[in-house]
């Protein structure tokens, strides 16, 4: 049970941070940096979309990827691995709601959605290990 949980968890970081950004790239009037990537990358299609993209599917991928990594500490109990997994998706839904009318929140979405992929790919190349077994780990 507990390989399936830190399986899911794992699993579930990645899908979130990847559809965050995939979602971004669907649109080109609100991040028109990362929307010209996946134009190139041949994701122009998604365009037609953006209003779902940016208004459903960006923070349910946000909120997924911030639940997945809180509850990777369960699993792992490294409390900084899991406040920089999570830190990347908070920074996401607070540029997407309460600060989306300034200019400069578009400057904090695309970190928010950087550090979602570098956390990734941190926890892909160095995978985490538990520090303490079940009995000693503080709750």
């Known amino acids: 049970m507990t ?17 965050a950004v995939i ?11 990362i929307a ?8 122009g299609f998604l365009s037609q979309w953006e209003g779902q993209f940016v208004n459903t599917l960006l923070p349910l991928f946000a909120w997924v990827a911030l639940v997945l ?21 908070a920074l996401l839904l607070i540029s997407l709601y309460p ?10 979405t695309y970190s928010a ?3 979602m992929v570098a956390v990734s790919v941190w926890d892909i190349f160095s ?3 538990k520090r303490c077994d079940d009995d000693s780990c503080a709750v």
């Open 23 to 33: 979602s971004a790239m669907g649109c080109a009037m609100c991040f028109p940096a």
């Open 69 to 89: 990594n809180g509850l990777g500490w369960f699993s792992h109990r490294q409390w900084h691995r899991s406040a920089l997994g999570m830190f990347g998706p």
């Open 127 to 129: 995978p985490v290990n």
């Open 36 to 43: 010209s990537l996946g134009s190139a990358l041949g994701l």
């Open 113 to 115: 959605l950087a550090m």
């Open 99 to 108: 600060l989306f009318r300034y200019g400069w929140s578009s400057y904090v």
């Open 3 to 19: 390989n399936l949980f830190n399986m899911l968890t794992r699993i579930g970081d990645k899908a979130g941070s990847l559809g």
